[in-house]
């Protein structure tokens, strides 16, 4: 089994930089990714990256305004969220993921998630 939990999540103003953390415990995990759910809409892939972080995805509406990156040191296993320039359309909640087997942009692909974090950006 595979526990995680998301911080870093608060109110900022758009064109600010946010840093969103994942901390897992239980094992290692093939992939990690992060979703966003904004409210009335539909859960969404954001960003995804594999165990040794050679693979990354992001989705067209964040690409080159976030940044994914894990951290695979001895008893710690986590990823990070960079996101910059945010705008009021990024308000959502953000949900970390893992995936024991393959990395994708497809919410079933991953096998565990988090509680998730409140970003909310405002004009």
């Known amino acids: 089994q595979v526990q995680l939990v998301e911080s870093g999540g608060r109110l900022v103003q758009a064109g600010d930089s946010l840093r969103l953390s994942c901390a897992a415990s239980?094992?290692?995990?093939?992939?990690m990714a992060w979703f966003r759910r904004a409210p009335g809409k539909e859960r969404e892939f954001v960003a995804a990256?594999?165990?040794?972080?050679?693979?990354?995805?992001?989705s067209d509406s964040v690409k080159g305004r976030f940044n994914i990156s894990r951290d695979n040191a001895r008893n710690r296993n986590a990823v990070y969220l960079q996101m910059n320039n945010l705008k009021p359309e990024d308000t959502a909640v953000y949900y970390c993921?893992?995936?024991?087997?393959?990395?994708?942009?497809?919410?079933?692909?991953?096998?565990?998630w988090g509680q998730g974090t409140q970003v909310t950006v405002s004009s």
């Open positions: 239980g094992r290692d995990v093939y992939a």
């Open positions: 993921a893992a995936g024991d087997s393959a990395l994708g942009s497809e919410a079933d692909t991953y096998d565990y």
């Open positions: 990256i594999t165990w040794s972080g050679f693979n990354i995805y992001y």
